[in-house]
């Protein structure tokens, strides 16, 4: 049985040199499918990304993109893959490979993480968005990793297309050692620098921690970026409780921050899921964020939701889940619901039912 699966990551490619959450994801599912049983094969590292809505770009991308399904074409001859798998397609990346290649040679054609933006379709990204459109209704089956995804995929699905929920998961690792006793109350963020929605979580998180009235805490900041001044700032009436390490890509010693906090801090405003939330509660700790659909789906019952916006409300949160011993109870959800072992046995279940 040909149990061969071509992998293409249009946003940007598993073996790109910057990290990413991005990135990670596609090596994820690479993993995945390995679990699973099939042989993913990398199609192309073609990064198909427009982020200023320029036609020009649009354009070039996509008769580079013709040339590698001339090159596919050519290499596949007559043993193509089984299967077409994409991760991650939407308006400012999309698959223009996929589409073509699996009508050219009859193979299912899967989409995890498609996003659909019919807004979009008029202005500078019109041709990409029509692109993308275009591939997530030639899709065989769609994986849904957002509730805010699956509303739109089911609102223009196909007549005989299927969509599936498939939560975000990541590799859970070893059991974390217990957390060593400390009379301060240890607190870590993880989040880049950039953008206008982490400046939105990074200010509600500022109006929370300084106004903490635990006498002994202390917060470390993980993540750089362009704004950094800025965030900094935010902090200044509490700036002698705080560590900001600048980036980190070591992942055995972020692992450690992680396993080494007692409570993992984020809004996540906007956040689509939060790749953080499951690596804190990976590692045995519970965490706090605010009410958004993103940090909602990855977060058990162990930690907490706070109504957004209400600062008074994140404290207590704070406080309410540092006296909790939630360590075992974090990482059996991220195990039961979020683990790649859990992933891979669903892509078996799912695939299956296509080649």
């Not at 993913?40 to 013709?66: F, H």
């Not at 990346?93 to 193979?107: C, K, M, S």
């Not at 690596?279 to 909602?296: F, K, L, S, Y």
Request: aromatic share 8%.
């Amino acid at each position: 049985m040909n149990r061969r699966v071509a992998f293409y990551a249009p946003m940007k490619p598993p073996g790109h040199p910057t990290p990413s959450g991005d990135r990670r994801m596609a090596r994820l599912f690479l993993d995945a499918l390995e679990k699973a049983g099939y042989f993913p094969e990398i199609a192309s590292d073609l990064r198909v990304r427009d982020g200023k809505g320029d036609q020009d770009t649009q354009v070039n991308l996509i008769n580079r993109a013709v040339k590698e399904v001339e090159r596919l074409t050519l290499l596949w001859g007559d043993a193509p893959p089984a299967l077409w798998f994409t991760y991650h397609c939407y308006y400012k990346a999309p698959d223009l490979i996929g589409p073509v290649l699996t009508d050219r040679f009859g193979i299912p054609y899967v989409i995890a993480e498609a996003s659909r933006a019919q807004k979009r379709l008029k202005g500078p990204w019109a041709t990409f968005a029509h692109r993308a459109e275009t591939a997530i209704d030639r899709a065989d089956l769609l994986l849904a990793m957002t509730e805010h995804d699956r509303f739109a995929l089911d609102r223009d699905a196909g007549k005989d297309q299927k969509i599936a929920d498939f939560p975000p998961f990541l590799d859970p690792g070893n059991d974390p050692p217990p957390k060593t006793p400390s009379h301060t109350l240890r607190l870590l963020t993880v989040a880049m620098m950039r953008g206008e929605d982490k400046m939105a979580s990074y200010r509600a998180l500022a109006d929370a921690v300084c106004g903490l009235d635990e006498s002994d805490w202390h917060l470390t900041v993980i993540g750089d970026g362009p704004r950094r001044n800025e965030v900094e700032a935010l902090f200044e009436t509490c700036r002698n409780r705080i560590t900001f390490t600048g980036s980190l890509t070591d992942t055995t010693l972020l692992r450690q921050y992680y396993e080494d906090a007692d409570v993992f801090i984020w809004p996540g405003v906007n956040e689509a899921y939060g790749m953080v939330y499951l690596e804190a509660q990976t590692a045995g700790t519970a965490v706090v964020a605010e009410d958004w659909p993103g940090p909602r789906s990855v977060i058990g019952p162990s930690s907490a939701i706070i109504p957004r916006g209400d600062a008074a409300a994140f404290r207590a949160g704070i406080m309410r889940v540092a006296n909790t011993q939630a360590t075992a109870a974090a990482r059996r959800y991220v195990l039961d619901h979020h683990g790649i072992d859990t992933a891979a046995k669903r892509l078996a279940s799912l695939l299956g039912g296509l080649i």
